[in-house]
Every structure is written in structure tokens, then in C-alpha cells.
């Protein structure tokens, strides 16, 4: 094998063995066999990474499948992509669907779509208006959450978290529709177990317990334990079985 | 969990004056072991505790530091302290003829190597060091490339939480006039069940191992002398 480097367009049906690259581009049924490492992968039909792919830039606007560790410093969704492995993406945007079996490790996540992952996810600053299901820690200096649709994250840790009413009300009808398909009926509020955070706004979320140093429980909440070292304030249209300031 | 051993999330923060947020970020950046990380139900809910000694050091550490480093190199610099002591370690436990040259190199290390050990190299050595006098040396070989390789797969982060025990083993069999020994290799719980035909040779705590030699390096100063192998008679009839 030559170590220079290739660019590759694979437009029909087609396989595409891996290596090094500068710019990939799927945009029939594609599929790349092996380890893919390239500057730009773009995907816009039914592409198929086999291995790890690393990457500067990945656009998925299509369907893409990746069956490792997907590595970039920026990677943006549109359709929907399926990860087998874990996601280090130090940008993601996603306003399709997100599915990655094992965690996400990024620095900033911006969610409009639905996203899913089997482990954690880390972020230094994470802004979700769709929906979401995180069977770990969802974990980031600052969490914006706008549910438009079922979210769910085992836990939630950070310094700053903000949940209010707002996501899929304030977008187009289109995208509605598919949170809607991904996510079930419609309900949009925030399931968790533990919340932690130095300050914590929530709206329409249901947790057992919420931990803080200033803690507002807004309206729609349904929260078993309150502990708080600060300030706590309850809306009325809120529900808390215990309170208590520790 | 009303075990001294152990602290909450919350004792922590309060205790070392830091937030959640610190916390999490520090989690994160991998400055906090997820290993150290224990979930469990109180009367308030569900809530996470730490061994007690290891978090409160670290954050120490971690505060003491962060003014000087970056957050995302910390975490290479605290190992490498950690590494620095481990070799501060190395060659007080030589002076102290804890090990010698047989045991080094059964661990197939450089006995004028100049790089510090790691944890995984120094439980080796150590292992290795306590099973030498009843042990032979095929058997401390096997012993080693045991421990090497399971520690490479995270045996490190299990060891303390399911008290794991290297066990040694062996049989004899015979028949037609002819016998033959083999040695086994066990790393298991403190109590296992064997057939009748199996001789334990000797077992290590490996749990008792680490806190050893943690121990060690926490007492920089010279004279916390660890304790001699302890002798053992050695089986070694054929």
C-alpha cells in the first residue's frame, strides 16, 4: 500500500476498502470495508462504515451505520446514523437520529432530532429540543434541555441545568412529525433518577431525587426528594414529596 | 452506608468546598477513577460514595494543582506523580531487598531501568517477590504472565471490590508407573473448592497486596519499611 492519500466517491453501489483519505463521499449504497480514516466523510445515501472511522468533518444525511469508534472534531446529522461503538465528536449536531451503543464523549452537543446511547454522555455544553434516552450519566458543564419528546437519562450531573417547556412547540411541523415517529406519543417531559447541579431550573420533569446549591422546581415537575444547600423554590403547579436543606 | 471507609457525594462537596459542577468536570477529564464511583440506596434516595482516603487526596491534589495546569493535563500529571512515587518506591523496596535481580526478572524488568514502574508492575513484583521461596521458578513465571495479562483487562479496579486472591496451585498425577505435577494458576475468591487431589501451594491477598504497597508510597518518608515476604516451608518433594 502507498501512503498517499486518496480521495473516494463512491455514487451506485458500492465497496470501498479502508485507509487513509482526504475526502469520502457516499451517496448511493455504500459501504467502506475496514478501518476509514479521511478529512472529510460525507454521507448522503446508505452508507456503511465497517470498522472505526476518524475523521475532521463527518455529515451524515442520509442513513449512515458505523460498526466502531467514530472519532471527529466535528460531525453533523441530518438523517439517521447508528453507531456500534462509542462517539468522540468534539462538535455534534444532530437534528436526525442519534444511536450510539456505548457513550458519547464531546465538548459542545446540540440536539434538535432524537438521540440514543447505550453508556454516558459528556459534554461541556449540551443543548437538546428534541427527545433522548441515555442509559448512563448525561454529564456537562451546562445542559439546556427543551424536551420535545420523552427524554431519559439515568442520571444528570453538571453545574448548570436548565429544563424548560419549549422544544418541538417552537419548530416546524416536519420535524415535529419525526420526533414524534421516533420518540412515541408525544409527551414531552424529562425522566430521570438523580439530578445534581449547582443551579437547577426544571420544568415537566419527573425525577426521585434532585440534588443542588440553588434548585427552582418549576411547573409540570413531579420530584420524590428535594435536597438543596441554598435556596429552594417551588411552583405551585409542582409536586415534591420531601424537601429537605442539607 | 455507615461504613467509615466510605464518604457521600455530599460530604465530599461540602468537606473540600467544591460543586457538582467540579466534580462532574473532573469526572469527566478522567482526574476521578469511575471505579471509585459506589451507587446506593439511602433512606433519601439514591446516592454515590467514594472511598473516603483516595477521593479527599485526590481533590487535594486536583485543587493544589489545577492553578498551574491545564484541566486536560492534569490527569497526565497527577499519574505521573503517582508514577514518581511508585519509582521513590522501587528503590527503597530494592534497598530494602524486598525483591532481587531473580524477581526482576522473572517480571521481565529492566533492573537499571531508569522509567518508573506502574501500579500493574510493582503488584507483579510484589506478588511475584511473596510467592518466591515456595514457589519454583516455572511456576513464578506463569504466576507473572497471569497477573500481566488479567491486569491489562481491568483486574486492577476488581481486585479490591470482589477481595480477590491469587491462588497456586497443584496436582499430581499418576498412572503406569509414571507421575507427573502440574501448577495451576488461580485468581479467584478467598475460598475455593477444590478437588482432593489439588495441594494449594500458597495463596496472596491481592487486595491486602495493593493496600501494601499504597501504603508504602503514602509514607514518602524513609522507615515505613513494608514487612519481609513471609516465610513459607516450601512443598517441594518429588
Known amino acids: 500500500m502507498n501512503d498517499d492519500k486518496r480521495s473516494a466517491s463512491l455514487a451506485g453501489a458500492g465497496k470501498l476498502s479502508g485507509g487513509d483519505y482526504t475526502r469520502v463521499s457516499i451517496s448511493g ?73 456505548e457513550s458519547i464523549v464531546s465538548e459542545y452537543v446540540k440536539v434538535s432530532g432524537v438521540l440514543r446511547a447505550g453508556g454516558d454522555v459528556e459534554a461541556d455544553l449540551l443543548k437538546t429540543s428534541g427527545g433522548f434516552e441515555i442509559e448512563g450519566l448525561l454529564s456537562a458543564d451546562k445542559i439546556e434541555i427543551r424536551p420535545g419528546g420523552r427524554c431519559y437519562a439515568k442520571e444528570i450531573g453538571g453545574a448548570k441545568i436548565d429544563v ?67 435556596e429552594l423554590q417551588i411552583h405551585p403547579n409542582a409536586e415534591v414529596g420531601k424537601q429537605q436543606k442539607v | 452506608m455507615d461504613d467509615d471507609r466510605y464518604i457521600s457525594k455530599k460530604e465530599v462537596l461540602e468537606q473540600m468546598g467544591i460543586s457538582y459542577g467540579q466534580l462532574y468536570r473532573w469526572k469527566r477529564k478522567g482526574l476521578i477513577p469511575e471505579a471509585w464511583f459506589t451507587r446506593r440506596s439511602t433512606f433519601t ?116 471490590e470482589e477481595r480477590l486472591r491469587l491462588h497456586l496451585l497443584r496436582k499430581r498425577l499418576s498412572g503406569g508407573g509414571i507421575s507427573a505435577e502440574i501448577s495451576l494458576v488461580v485468581i479467584g475468591p478467598e475460598k475455593l473448592i477444590l478437588d482432593p487431589e489439588i495441594e494449594r501451594v500458597e495463596d496472596v491477598d491481592l487486595g491486602h497486596m495493593l493496600e501494601r504497597i499504597k501504603l508504602d508510597l503514602a509514607n514518602e518518608a524513609e522507615g515505613g519499611s513494608p514487612d519481609e515476604a513471609p516465610e513459607r516451608e516450601t512443598e517441594d518433594e518429588r
Open chain 2, 45 to 160: 434516595g439514591q446516592e454515590t460514595f467514594f472511598p473516603r482516603d483516595k477521593i479527599l487526596e485526590r481533590i487535594r491534589q486536583i485543587k493544589e494543582m489545577k492553578g498551574d495546569h491545564p484541566l486536560d493535563d492534569l490527569a497526565d500529571v497527577i499519574t505521573q506523580q503517582v508514577n514518581a512515587k511508585l519509582q521513590v518506591a522501587f528503590e527503597r523496596l530494592r534497598r530494602l531487598q524486598w525483591f532481587d535481580d531473580s524477581v526482576l526478572e522473572t517480571c521481565s524488568i529492566d533492573r537499571e531501568r531508569s522509567k518508573p514502574l506502574t501500579i500493574k508492575e510493582t503488584l507483579c513484583v510484589a506478588v511475584v517477590s511473596q510467592l518466591r521461596k515456595a514457589a519454583r521458578a516455572e511456576e513464578l513465571d506463569l504466576v507473572h504472565r497471569t497477573l500481566h495479562e488479567r491486569l491489562d483487562e481491568g483486574l486492577l479496579d476488581r481486585i479490591g
Open chain 1, 29 to 101: 449504497a455504500g459501504k467502506v470495508t475496514g478501518d476509514i480514516k479521511a478529512e472529510a466523510l460525507r454521507i448522503s445515501g446508505a452508507g456503511k462504515v465497517e470498522g472505526r472511522a476518524e475523521a475532521i468533518q463527518i455529515t451524515v444525511s442520509g442513513s449512515g451505520a458505523f460498526g466502531g469508534e467514530v472519532v471527529a472534531d466535528e460531525m453533523r446529522v441530518s438523517g439517521a446514523t447508528r453507531i456500534d461503538g462509542m462517539a468522540r465528536v468534539k462538535e455534534l449536531k444532530c437534528s436526525g437520529s442519534y444511536r450510539v451503543r
Open chain 1, 164 to 230: 424548560r417547556r419549549g422544544g418541538y412547540r417552537e419548530r416546524g411541523i416536519l420535524l415535529d412529525g419525526l420526533v414524534r415517529m421516533f420518540s412515541g406519543k408525544g409527551t414531552a417531559e424529562l425522566r430521570s433518577t438523580v439530578i445534581e447541579g449547582d443551579e437547577i431550573h426544571l420544568e415537566d420533569t419527573i425525577a426521585d431525587v434532585v440534588r443542588g446549591t440553588r434548585v427552582e422546581i418549576g411547573p409540570g415537575c413531579r420530584i420524590k426528594t428535594v435536597e438543596y444547600s441554598e
